[in-house]
T-cell receptor, first 115, second 114 residues
Framework: DTAVSQTPKYLVTQMGNDKSIKCEQNLGHDTMYWYKQDSKKFLKIMFSYNNKELIINETVPNRFSPKSPDKAHLNLHINSLELGDSAVYFC??????????????FGPGTRLLVL | QQQVKQSPQSLIVQKGGISIINCAYENTAFDYFPWYQQFPGKGPALLIAIRPDVSEKKEGRFTISFNKSAKQFSLHIMDSQPGDSATYFCAASIHTGNTGKLIFGQGTTLQVKP
């Protein structure tokens, strides 16, 4: 069973379009994240949700809107796509126990290419 | 101050050799230091992690050495194998409210030659 899954795996689209990426985790974690990995492989956190509540928003343009319908799902909607949005987007989940961050488990990534 | 600096950017090691990757940080509020391994086309996966109250942690061929006073930590891969060829990321965790976030280093691409 896949712990953290993402769809789609690949996304090729034109500049200006709107697209969504979906993420689901079956680990029972209460915290989920979106990370962006650029062409130089640098990983940077974008958002964090805890129990469906937005906790971290790392100064991401408001064209990016995450939504968490429940603890197990975190989706990312991107409006008016730009060339610079081309990257690999990773979803991750973890459990905070006793104020300590436990291991973050990453999904397989969604490779977004904006033409 | 929330940066984690990782070096080298790339590393080539012969099979059976020792691979060493170094990381440094500034923020003393970091309280969890994991290393992630990423193969091409895959998501990062936790390899080994350490908390700042210990100076060393070993799991199989992988060892983290942690120097709290110097604010540095490193990953040692003993008896490196071609299957270890991947990108390695160090990270540091900081808590924000009721969640935490990982700050990643820039990554090291390791190639182990047979």
């Amino acid at each position: 069973d896949t712990a953290v899954s993402q769809t789609p795996k690949y996304l090729v689209t034109q500049m200006g379009n709107d697209k969504s990426i979906k993420c689901e985790q079956n680990l029972g974690h209460d915290t989920m994240y979106w990370y962006k990995q650029d062409s130089k492989k640098f990983l940077k956190i974008m958002f964090s949700y805890n129990n469906k509540e937005l906790i971290i928003n790392e100064t991401v343009p408001n064209r990016f809107s995450p939504k968490s319908p429940d603890k197990a799902h975190l989706n990312l909607h991107i409006n008016s796509l730009e060339l610079g949005d081309s990257a690999v987007y990773f979803c991750a989940s973890s459990q905070l126990r006793g104020g300590r961050l436990e291991t973050q488990y990453f999904g397989p990534g969604t490779r977004l290419l904006v033409l | 101050q929330q940066q984690v600096k990782q070096s080298p950017q790339s590393l080539i090691v012969q099979k059976g050799g020792i691979s060493i990757i170094n990381c440094a940080y500034e923020n003393t509020a970091f309280d969890y230091f994991p290393w992630y391994q990423q193969f091409p086309g895959k998501g990062p996966a936790l390899l080994i992690a350490i908390r700042p109250d210990v100076s060393e942690k070993k799991e199989g061929r992988f060892t983290i050495s942690f120097n709290k006073s110097a604010k540095q930590f490193s990953l040692h891969i003993m008896d490196s194998q071609p299957g270890d060829s991947a990108t390695y990321f160090c990270a540091a965790s900081i808590h924000t409210g009721n969640t935490g976030k990982l700050i990643f280093g820039q990554g090291t691409t390791l190639q182990v030659k047979p």
